[in-house]
């Protein structure tokens, strides 16, 4: 058997298709072909379920060895691994979780997922050096009504239903987490990673509006504007530069445009 066939049979096996790999295996004394090939396939799915609890550390403790196990095995059949780095896999999980029975039935499941994932992208992404609040200040205050921004690649936006950031919060203290309580209304959270640490808090209605108008380009004046929905139009500027200023601390204002 030629090599490139000897892989590319022993992947199909791996990945639990029909394959013929069988035939290039020793069969002999002290184990059988079957159960050498039980040895690399069993190795390789606990590969994955490895790389998911990597990323998942803290859904892995709310499910249990026993169930995160079942998880993982369940996942890594209808989403084996496309990567070249282990690292990726794992992204579609909180989607898994979502719509796949039983654990459709406990909705924060998917949102833990989905939270642990986006911190793991947070620290993962790209440097840029940010722009102080100095840089701000040095700016003649006749150019910031057509001033744009651009951020850092760390940056991440989400919608969460439950109290999700409560239970990862606990459980990361090794502490009791609150039972799963659906909010009055979805709170928007920004990520983001400073000084090789990750960060992530609430925002207003105002602050969402804000940097959703910043993100699609639009300058400083546009981003007042938008405030009008929310805010008294003698609020605004001075509430627009405070967001400003606030997100320069935060490290996530990487140009000035």
């Given at each position: 058997m030629q090599l490139r066939q000897l892989q590319f049979d022993m992947q199909r096996h791996l990945l639990g298709e029909q394959s013929g790999v069988i035939a290039g295996i020793v069969d002999a004394p002290p184990l059988p072909a079957a159960d050498r090939l039980a040895i690399y396939r069993n190795a390789y799915q606990v590969r994955l379920i490895d790389a998911l609890d990597d990323t998942y550390p803290i859904l892995h403790a709310l499910l249990g060895d026993e169930m995160f196990v079942a998880l993982g095995e369940a996942f890594?059949?209808?989403?084996p691994s496309v990567h070249r780095s282990i690292r990726w896999y794992g992204r579609e999980l909180a989607d898994f979780l979502a719509r796949c029975p039983p654990y459709e039935e406990q909705p924060i499941l998917a949102e833990v997922a989905l939270l642990e994932w986006t911190l793991a992208e947070v620290f993962d992404a790209a440097d840029a050096e940010p722009k102080t609040r100095a840089a701000l200040s040095?700016?003649?205050?006749?150019?910031?009504?057509?001033?744009?921004?651009?951020?850092?690649?760390?940056?991440r936006r989400l919608k969460l239903k439950w109290n999700t950031v409560a239970v990862w919060k606990a459980m990361s203290a090794d502490a009791v987490p609150p039972a799963p309580e659906l909010g009055a209304a979805p709170v928007a959270w920004l990520l983001w990673r400073q000084n090789l640490?990750?960060?992530?808090?609430?925002?207003?209605?105002?602050?969402?509006?804000?940097?959703?108008?910043?993100?699609?380009g639009r300058n400083f004046s546009q981003i007042c504007e938008d405030l009008r929905a929310w805010l008294p139009d003698d609020e605004i500027p001075p509430a627009a530069a405070t967001l400003v200023g606030n997100w320069a601390d935060s490290g996530i204002i990487i140009a000035l445009r």
């Open positions: 890594g059949a209808a989403h040095a700016i003649d205050p006749k150019a910031w009504a057509a001033l744009g921004f651009e951020f850092h690649p760390c940056l640490q990750n960060y992530f808090r609430s925002m207003t209605a105002v602050e969402t509006a804000a940097l959703d108008a910043a993100l699609r």
